[in-house]
Nanobody, 128 residues
Framework: QVQLVESGGGLVQAGGSLRLSCAASGRTFNNYLMGWFRQAPGKEREFVAAISWSGGSTDYADSVKGRFTISRDNAKNTVYLQMNGLRPEDTAVYHC?????????????????????WGQGTQVTVSS
């Protein structure tokens, strides 16, 4: 059974940092593109960042570019999201996700329906 499990969320003041982790089990995602999405109350789920299977290519939403960094450790089957300079508008549940098929993607899939596997999410709350 495929599982993606996020961790690392919490409450932080504006300007602070958090590092989210997404651990995969039940299948190796080493050859899968991985993405991070977030969903705030009353809003649609939105793309945050994605990383190619090799880690050589990354893509970010404009709202987080320059503040967030996505990375991966394929030996640990884990993807990370380093979040710096957090703002109250970053408050949301953050989910990691993987598409149905392994391999390269161009352009970067940025819509939730393009992803097959999802974690349960981790809450990030940024206070002003």
């Amino acid at each position: 059974q495929v599982q993606l499990v996020e961790s690392g969320g919490g409450l932080v003041q504006a300007g602070g940092s958090l590092r989210l982790s997404c651990a995969a089990s039940g299948r190796t995602f080493n050859n899968y593109l991985m993405g991070w999405f977030r969903q705030a109350p009353g809003k649609e789920r939105e793309f945050v960042a994605a990383i190619s299977w090799s880690g050589g290519s990354t893509d970010y939403a404009d709202s987080v570019k320059g503040r967030f960094t996505i990375s991966r450790d394929n030996a640990k089957n884990t993807v990370y999201l380093q979040m710096n300079g957090l703002r109250p508008e970053d408050t949301a549940v953050y989910h990691c996700a993987a598409p149905r098929n392994a391999g390269n993607y161009y352009p970067t899939p940025k819509r939730p329906f393009e992803y097959e596997y999802w974690g349960q999410g981790t809450q990030v709350t940024v206070s002003s």
